[in-house]
């Protein structure tokens, strides 16, 4: 029993909870880039906490179901066609042999997730599905076809409601980095206090922002970095590390992004504008 | 363990714990003795640890509800390590064909540098080097012991595309494209082995940090004689 991708839309992988070992190997961590929404797909059709989902940016994927399930497309706020008319998205959609789904667009946020009961199956690798080029298959192409287990009982439990609150706010909780005290007075209490936008560049990888801070630090003795390290580079851009970022970095990591952050931020469009809001939570000493 | 250190939480889950001290080996193994004791002693609640040069980034399985608790742990293992050389391993032979078709940096580098193409395969071939971390790509290592006539800074722009196995020098650093990838190093030539194969899960990466390697200049033909042999047996 398979799906069958139609349309491949802006980019589509295969996305679980990502890789728990692999990093001394330069081995990125990956999975979903909104963890909240990715784990709420699987909630919704009472899957384990780590079943594969579909992941899309966007617009424009098209599915095509072989057997009968059940799924949920989680999304911030979209409009999604099955058999060209619109559903509801977050919901527990009953799908048929034969049945086409269509991301006709997102209204809010980028990413969206399409779950299936019990999960896609696809190759693993150090124990997770996730793709990332050079481990599995970069993303999904036309007329690929990815397997789930067909399934005809009943739905079983109330859909529970996505929490909408989640994502309205643009004041982004972070840490400070380990260089973020060489930073002077002045570019702390910028990056405590104005706004910030991001810039079009956005992917799995990083994240831009656009605004420039002088920069006046030098380049560091190359280092690890997370998903959600803000890297400040010699011109004075700040790149926010998303879910695929390398393991180690050269450029001071002035801030870090909260695991909540990171998937507020993963939503945000090009040109959003958000607040850093910093919190205390490391304390050190040399 | 009696260098400088900062133990310093970077997010719920993740601790950096940072020597103040220049790259040396005496520090990365430490650093390594350190993150094996860590990974066995305490494997209950620590996923993974990453080394660099001079630190380790210590992710834990769950969110750290009191810093101090882990940070006295983390003392208490720091202070409690031994100096173990564990850096003996045998070293392990790198063929590179330093050819100008796979070399593309070779006279740029022989002009800025002032040594001859030759001197310069000599200076980079001769050395033992050390694998201080596996980063960048999967696989990738960063290699220290660079000799000091090629030190050499890294291009302003990065190439879009440099081939899997390609040798290069970065500042004092020199390393291998594990993969194919982007990249800003400077290459002075091509290694016909792979060093990163997804397709072996019981070995999918050919070095790890602490190990030492020494490249081994051969020919063109040499290079696809021993590329078809990998592709044919994966080495």
């Known amino acids: 029993m398979s799906i069958n991708v139609k349309q491949t839309g802006l980019y589509a992988t295969i996305q679980d909870e990502g890789r728990t070992e692999g990093m001394p190997q330069g081995i990125p961590i990956s999975g979903a880039m909104d963890f909240n929404l990715y784990r709420f797909a699987n909630h919704v059709l009472g899957n384990k906490e780590n079943s594969a989902c579909i992941e899309f940016y966007q617009q424009g994927l098209k599915l095509e179901f072989d057997s009968p399930t059940f799924i949920c497309i989680a999304v911030l706020d979209g409009e999604i066609l099955l058999n060209d008319e619109q559903i509801e998205s977050n919901s527990i959609i009953k799908i048929k042999s034969g049945d086409q789904i269509l991301i006709k667009q997102l209204i809010e946020g980028n990413w969206g997730y399409i779950a299936v009961k019990d999960g896609f199956q696809s190759g693993a690798f150090l124990g997770s599905q996730s793709f990332y080029k050079a481990l599995t298959q970069h993303q999904l192409k036309k007329s690929d076809k990815i397997i789930y287990v067909s399934y005809e009982g009943v739905s079983g439990a109330d859909c529970p409601i996505l929490n909408l609150e989640y994502y309205k706010t643009s004041v982004l909780d972070v840490f400070k980095g380990p260089e973020f005290q060489k930073l002077s007075q002045t570019l702390q209490y910028q990056l405590n206090n104005a706004e910030f936008s991001l810039s079009t560049s956005q992917n799995r990888m990083a994240y831009e922002i656009q605004e420039r801070l002088d920069n006046e630090l030098e380049e560091i003795t190359t280092g690890p970095v997370l998903p959600g390290t803000v890297q400040y580079t010699p011109e004075g851009k700040m790149i926010a590390l998303m879910r695929d970022a390398q393991v180690t970095g050269g450029y001071p990591r002035i801030l870090q992004f909260s695991e909540k952050a990171i998937n507020l931020l993963s939503q945000k469009r090009a040109k959003s504008k958000f607040k850093f809001n910093l919190i205390e939570i490391n304390l050190e000493k040399i | ?235």
């Open chain 2, 1 to 235: 363990m009696s260098h400088k250190f900062r133990i310093f939480q970077i997010n719920e889950r993740s601790i950096l714990v940072e020597f103040d001290e220049e790259i040396n080996e005496n520090l990365l193994n430490h650093l390594l003795y350190l993150k094996n004791k860590l990974l066995t002693d305490k494997h209950e609640l620590i996923l993974q640890v990453i080394n660099s040069y001079n630190s380790l980034l210590i992710i834990y399985k769950h969110t750290i509800n009191n810093f101090y608790e882990a940070k006295k742990d983390l003392l208490e293992q720091i202070y409690d390590s031994k100096i173990v050389n564990i850096l003996d391993s045998p070293i392990k032979k790198i063929p590179v064909c330093y050819d100008h078709d796979y070399g593309w940096d070779l006279e740029l580098l022989s002009e800025d540098l002032s040594l001859s193409v030759d001197e310069i395969i000599k200076n980079h071939s001769e050395a033992v080097y050390t694998v201080y971390f596996i980063g960048f790509l999967p696989g990738f290592p960063y290699l220290g012991g660079l000799d000091s006539s090629l030190f050499h800074r890294r291009k302003s722009q990065p190439r879009r595309q440099i081939p899997s196995g390609s040798v290069g020098i970065a500042d004092q650093q020199t390393g291998i494209y594990s993969l194919d990838s982007p990249g800003g190093w400077q290459i002075i030539g091509r290694s016909p082995i792979q060093l990163f194969d997804s397709e072996n899960p019981t070995r999918y990466c050919y070095l790890q940090a602490g190990d030492k390697i020494q490249f081994e200049p051969i020919t063109k033909d040499e290079f696809e004689d021993i590329q078809s042999q990998f592709n044919y047996n994966k080495w």
